[in-house]
């Protein structure tokens, strides 16, 4: 299936580093293969797990322990996608019982010094978000509330 021109809302991506072979990557279109990296890195447990990884080689209890409120069927599928993907390498030593650490590759390391970029930049505005979320709420009772209606 041909990848659809699809309006280009982020039109600075369409020649990145002037490379012409990146011009088949449009992470708006529906087919566009980048999108489940994207959705890899960037869904529930994915930027954790990365993030896990910044100071090197991680088993996987110590990856587990670190990603606080992760289970082992999302670490582990998780660390799978991640593998796939090409950001992270699985290694298992020669040796019983077999060690297994994960680590960053080089493309992995690159995504996760951006992630961190992206965490410091939340990091720093929280007190805007925590009022946006505050006014929103006083706007938008949950609908429990509403529903409930005054207490007689």
């Given at each position: 299936?041909?990848?659809?021109p699809?309006?280009?809302?982020?039109?600075?991506f369409?020649?990145?580093?002037?490379?012409?072979?990146?011009?088949?990557?449009q992470?708006?279109?529906e087919?566009?293969?980048?999108?489940?990296?994207?959705?890899?890195?960037?869904?529930?447990?994915?930027t954790?797990i990365v993030?896990?990884?910044?100071?090197?080689?991680?088993?996987?209890?110590?990856i587990?322990?670190?990603?606080a409120?992760i289970n082992?069927?999302?670490?582990?599928q998780?660390?799978?996608h991640?593998?796939?993907?090409?950001?992270?390498?699985?290694?298992?030593?020669?040796g019983f019982?077999?060690?297994?650490?994960?680590?960053?590759?080089e493309?992995?390391?690159g995504?996760?010094?951006r992630?961190?970029?992206?965490?410091?930049y939340?990091y720093?505005?929280?007190?805007?978000?925590?009022?946006?979320?505050?006014g929103?709420d006083?706007?938008?009772p949950?609908?429990?509330a509403?529903?409930?209606g005054p207490?007689?």
């Amino acid at each position: 299936m041909a990848t659809r021109p699809v309006p280009h809302v982020l039109a600075e991506f369409q020649n990145l580093s002037g490379r012409p072979d990146l011009t088949e990557f449009q992470v708006l279109a529906e087919d566009c293969p980048s999108r489940p990296v994207l959705d890899h890195v960037t869904g529930r447990w994915g930027t954790l797990i990365v993030l896990s990884l910044h100071d090197g080689p991680r088993r996987f209890s110590e990856i587990r322990r670190a990603v606080a409120g992760i289970n082992d069927k999302a670490l582990s599928q998780g660390l799978r996608h991640l593998e796939r993907d090409g950001l992270v390498l699985r290694h298992a030593s020669d040796g019983f019982p077999s060690r297994v650490e994960y680590r960053l590759t080089e493309v992995g390391a690159g995504m996760e010094a951006r992630l961190r970029e992206m965490v410091t930049y939340l990091y720093a505005n929280m007190p805007e978000v925590l009022d946006a979320q505050a006014g929103y709420d006083a706007e938008h009772p949950a609908p429990e509330a509403a529903a409930e209606g005054p207490v007689s």
